[in-house]
């Protein structure tokens, strides 16, 4: 069983930079692959970013060069740094974990992120 717990969501202007992390706990069978996805009220949810156990980053077009994907696989959080951030970015964002073995994926709550222009 693993839980995730997401953190660092808010209102702040465009321009400015949210910090959001996510807490893994449970039962840590491998180091999983975690990510961070965005979904919008009547939008489709997308990917964000995704890091790989060994610290490989993908993101999305939108947001590359502005977010920044990390993790620390001692404590199995992964944190997404944003930067420049647009109205466009308004969004509940989850914290996602995978690994192979598992029987499924998990995904946090979310955390709420709006951007005032």
């Known amino acids: 069983q693993v839980q995730l717990v997401e953190s660092g969501g808010g209102l702040v202007q465009a321009g400015g930079s949210l910090r959001l992390s996510c807490a893994t706990s449970?039962?840590?069978?491998?180091?999983?692959?975690m990510g961070w996805y965005r979904q919008a009220p009547g939008k489709e949810r997308e990917q964000v970013a995704v890091?790989?156990?060994?610290?490989?980053?993908t993101y999305a077009h939108s947001v590359k060069g502005r977010f920044s994907i990390s993790r620390d696989n001692a404590k199995n959080t992964v944190d997404l740094q944003m930067n420049s951030l647009k109205p466009e970015d308004t969004a509940v964002y989850y914290c996602?974990?995978?690994?192979?073995?598992?029987?499924?994926?998990?995904w946090g709550q979310g955390t709420q992120v709006t951007v005032s222009s």
């Open positions: 890091i790989t156990p060994g610290g490989t980053t």
């Open positions: 996602n974990a995978f690994s192979l073995g598992w029987p499924r994926d998990y």
């Open positions: 449970g039962n840590i069978f491998r180091i999983p692959t």
